[in-house]
């Protein structure tokens, strides 16, 4: 049961006293007095909160959730590191850290990845592009949208927290498994900290998944039937129907589980009737539907660029269509491939393994498709193209091995191993990954309004791929030798130590890939003069978030456009179409703070509960409900935009344009 | 062409299926672990038919009398409206009484969520109802509140039709505790 | 019916009522109706099913949509999730149990 202190288990011991909770919080401090300091040396407090913080605008919400996902990265790329050094010098000895950090930080790593920087980039690519290439001013529920934004940001500060307070994160892998999460095993308070992160980001992405549904199916612009979309928009509409599918599961696990921890629950405890073997099937059920979250819209973004890039329309638009909803259909059906090895027995084996096999089908019919679009074209290696013959690449080799995977008799020899290991990050980084950086390559002239410097983006390219390669390649050969995942330390007589080394090394290359990216920013910044993007159409591209300016005004489109095809831009522009200039008034969504505010209260509630402070918690949750009844009492939640002021708006912007 | 209503019904109606899920998982764990009641008391020894039938018809009128204050709503008559909904709110009230008493029986027979993975699983399944019931009825009074205090507007309606939707919807998903928890549980 | 909204909601309340008395009486009493547990469980059930049909349409009227059914194409995709998360968890735990739990 809960502790009875006032101060619940904090303790001045919780404060940091170890080089890394030191470190981790010199950073923090540091970095966050470095943006206090530049904001009141410009001024820019109730700019931040004016402009930034308290919009609504899909855009400024976009660019924050990436910025949001850049930093996260850094601190798992950081993570990275920490792995694979020890990793290289631990054959035999102890290597620099301890067990139980090692474990720390693989939990922290894999939490921070996939919640946090994927998941950042891929709602932030989709606020910015999805509005826009529907034809749509917004999404369907703008102020949900803010309030997503900051409920995974209440997450992203929880999961670091614990070098500031509490010295401890989980130790549990990524999905806190138990028994070794209860509180038998695990009583202080990281995994608390893993859950509630969890809890809050996971509700986020919720809302998140619903506000992009509902926007994609009720507010296309007339005439954009579904066969019209483009495909970056099909895939964000099948990943948020895993989204609405999947996270109430991972709310309700994660929920169990806590109930177990702080209410003397028997859900997955030892004993008591308790069943350990539910939670791993609950949690799966979860995270299948989830790693095709982090695939499927990458495939759109790639349809997108080897479509605009090749300069011919996409070869099959109806059978991607087809294979992205059967990918999506078929991945909530093949949870158990991720415990073939539990003992469910070989009839559920084959069923699972057969399911999981056939997902490799659709997936090949892409690709397929994807190569047939570039025959015959007249294909640009801009380096979004890079990009794209690197993920077919990886694809490939990841598909491969998800295959081999996929037999229960081979599963059972590389459950669990660094071949797993090696897959997983196959597809996450090379499937994932590089359709982000690709789709923000590609569509970074549309935001930012100038394109990037193109050959430190190739340079950046091969850096990643060289250190893909050389990174994850002796990992699939040490799965197949025998070494299992998560090893601190292992034997020198396994002869591993070379490849682990080879594998370091690898790492070293990728970090010159992002260290590069830096680079390529900073220069493109300061020589963006010279690359404006003046047409707003730079690429020749196809969908109808090419047709405003770059970066768009912050309507989107002063007229909604009626769409009569598939490419709806491309037919504009054959048809040299100018549309007639009559402004209507346009309604817009008023900024307002309740998004960071409800977020903050649920950020205190998270902290509180997870230190067992019942009194902050009870609070917390009553500010939320208090909050959210004012917000149903607020019935101003828009502004009017008057037509005069838009004609004068584009009137402005189109001659901007013309100089 | 849709209204700002009808968008934000659907995207309510969407949010209704999430829940719908997260249900369907507890409801999942319950099935596995009922039978796991480590020597403590099973469902067949504690519950009481009569109180889960008390329960069910309490829920049942609530969701009648809701659906007759929604027509009032659309009729945008205020007193009927606010009779209806507070009748409703009664009875949602008593039925939380009666799940509560409930509750405190188990609790002094020594049958709380700390016995076993069984009562742990059915604390849990039908008190998160509980929970969403409660939400409900705050949402009710604040609802009272609008419709007393304010003129009926599209999107005012639309509100109140949103918090009879989750009313209603609390009451379907009561339906199938009746039957797997209560019914299955005494019919072992 | 959309020009007797009384009448439906009074429909829908009285089936459900009936439809929840029976499956009560089927619990308290299975052998009356001449029942073995495990097909009163399967009465019981689809007594609960057919109740959900009946409120969906007298209460939420989940049939009446405007325009293309988008209410009620989530439900149902929605209840295919429900249904692989039930079914999916009861056959795999139950060979789980079978399986991995000493002296079964």
């Known amino acids: ?659 | 062409m849709q209204t700002q209503s009808d968008v934000k019904v659907f995207g309510f109606w969407v949010y209704l299926m999430t829940d719908l899920i997260l249900f369907c998982v507890l409801f999942a764990t319950y099935i596995v672990l009922c039978n796991n009641t480590f020597s403590g008391p099973s469902a067949r020894q504690l519950f009481s038919m009569q109180e889960a039938l008390t329960e069910t018809l309490l829920l049942l009128v609530s969701s009648f009398t809701c659906s007759l204050g929604m027509l009032a709503v659309y009729r945008k008559r205020k007193v009927p409206a606010l009779l209806w909904f507070l009748i409703t709110f009664c009875l949602g009230v008593a039925f939380l009484v009666v799940e509560l008493t409930e509750f405190s029986h188990f609790l002094a027979a020594g049958a709380g969520w700390t016995r076993s993975a069984f009562l742990s699983a059915f604390f849990t399944l039908v008190g998160t109802h509980g929970l969403h019931i409660s939400v409900g009825l705050i949402w009710m009074l604040v609802a009272l509140v609008h419709i007393g205090l304010r003129p009926f507007t599209a999107p005012s309606i639309s509100r109140i039709f949103r918090m009879a939707l989750f009313w209603h919807f609390l009451d379907l998903v009561w339906v199938f505790i009746f039957t797997v928890v209560y019914g299955m549980g005494h019919l072992q | 019916m959309h020009h007797h909204p009384v009448a439906l909601r009074i429909i829908g309340f009285l089936s459900s009522l009936l439809l929840t008395l029976a499956a009560y009486l089927i619990i308290v009493d299975p052998d009356a109706f001449g029942l073995k547990i495990p097909a009163a469980g399967a009465w019981i059930l689809a007594f609960a099913c057919v109740q959900f049909f009946v409120q969906s349409t007298c209460f939420i009227h989940l049939w009446n949509e405007k325009g293309p059914p988008w209410n009620l194409g989530i439900f149902i995709s929605t209840l295919s999730i429900l249904l692989i998360i039930i079914i999916g968890s009861l056959w795999i735990m139950n060979h789980l149990y079978c399986n991995m739990m000493p002296g079964q």
């Open chain 1, 1 to 659: 049961m809960p502790s009875n202190n006032f101060f619940g288990k904090l303790t001045s011991d919780a404060l940091p006293h170890v080089w890394y909770t030191l470190g981790g919080t010199a950073f923090m401090v540091l970095l966050g007095a470095m943006v206090a300091l530049f904001l009141t040396k410009t001024n820019r407090w109730s700019w931040l909160w004016k402009e930034w913080l308290t919009s609504t605008d899909p855009k400024k919400i976009g660019t924050m959730y990436m910025l949001f996902a850049a930093l996260m990265f850094f601190r798992g790329m950081l993570d990275a590191l920490m792995l694979w050094v020890q990793q290289a010098l631990a054959a035999g000895g102890q290597g620099y850290l301890t067990a139980d950090h090692f474990q720390q930080i693989f939990t922290s790593h894999g939490d921070i990845m996939v919640f946090f920087v994927t998941m950042g980039f891929f709602f932030g690519l989709m606020n910015w592009i999805v509005p826009l290439q529907i034809g749509a001013r917004d999404l369907a529920y703008p102020f949900l949208n803010s309030l997503g934004l900051w409920l995974t940001v209440a997450g992203g500060i929880l999961i670091n927290l614990f070098f500031v307070i509490g010295g401890e994160f989980a130790n549990t892998g990524w999905l806190a498994i138990t028994p070794l999460s209860e509180r038998e095993f695990n009583p202080g308070v990281g995994v608390d900290y893993l859950i509630w992160s969890l809890q809050l980001s996971g509700l986020g992405s919720l809302l998140a998944g619903i506000n992009f549904l509902v926007t994609i199916i009720k507010k296309r612009a007339p005439g954009m039937t579904l066969m019209r979309m483009p495909l970056f928009t099909w895939t964000s509409l099948c990943a948020m129907v895993l989204i609405i599918s999947a996270f109430p599961v991972l709310t309700a696990t994660t929920f169990l589980l806590w109930l177990d921890r702080f209410f003397d629950m028997h859900f997955f405890v030892t004993g008591f009737g308790g069943n350990q073997m539910m939670y791993f099937n609950l949690i799966w059920m979860w995270g299948h539907p989830e790693v095709y979250i982090l695939v499927i819209p990458a495939f759109g973004m790639f349809s997108e660029i080897v479509s605009t890039f090749s300069q011919k329309k996409v070869a099959g638009y109806v059978s991607l269509v087809c294979a992205a909803i059967a990918i999506t259909l078929l991945s909530y059906m093949v949870w158990l491939h991720h415990f073939f090895t539990m003992g469910a027995g070989a009839n559920v084996n084959a069923f699972f393994g057969i399911v999981t096999m056939v997902i490799a089908i659709p997936s090949g019919v892409q690709v397929f498709n994807w190569i047939l679009t570039m025959y015959r074209g007249r294909v640009i290696f801009a380096s979004p193209m890079y990009w794209f013959m690197g993920f077919i690449s990886t694809f490939i080799v990841g598909g491969m091995a998800g295959i081999l995977l996929a037999t229960p008799p081979v599963d059972y020899q590389v459950h669990n191993s660094l071949f797993l290991v090696a897959h997983f990050h196959t597809m996450i980084i090379g499937v994932a990954l590089f359709g982000i950086f690709a789709g923000t390559t590609y569509w970074f002239p549309k935001i930012f309004g100038f394109t990037l410097n193109e050959r430190l983006g190739k340079r950046a390219f091969w850096f990643w791929l060289i250190g893909f390669y050389v990174s994850f390649v002796p990992l699939y050969l040490l799965g197949m030798m025998g070494a299992t995942r998560r090893l601190d330390h292992y034997d020198a007589a396994t002869g591993w130590q070379p490849l682990f080394i080879t594998s370091c090394i690898g790492f070293f290359f990728i970090a010159s890939g992002v260290i590069t990216q830096i680079i390529q920013l900073v220069v493109s910044i300061k020589e963006r003069k010279k690359h404006l993007d003046k047409t707003g159409d730079p690429w020749n591209a196809r969908g109808l978030e090419w047709s405003t300016s770059s970066p768009p005004p912050f309507y989107n489109f002063a007229l909604i456009p009626t769409v009569t095809s598939r490419d709806a831009f491309w037919q504009m522009k054959q048809k040299h179409s100018s549309p007639k200039r009559l402004y209507k008034d346009i309604h817009m969504p008023k900024n307002t703070p309740m998004g960071i505010y409800i977020a903050g209260a649920a950020f205190v509630f998270g902290f509180a509960i997870v230190w067992q402070i019942l009194w902050l918690s009870l609070l917390a949750a009553l500010c939320v409900i208090a909050l959210i009844i004012k917000l149903s009492c607020n019935e101003e939640t828009e502004y009017v935009l008057p037509a005069a002021k838009v004609a004068k708006m584009e009137k402005l912007r189109t001659h901007a344009d013309a100089k």
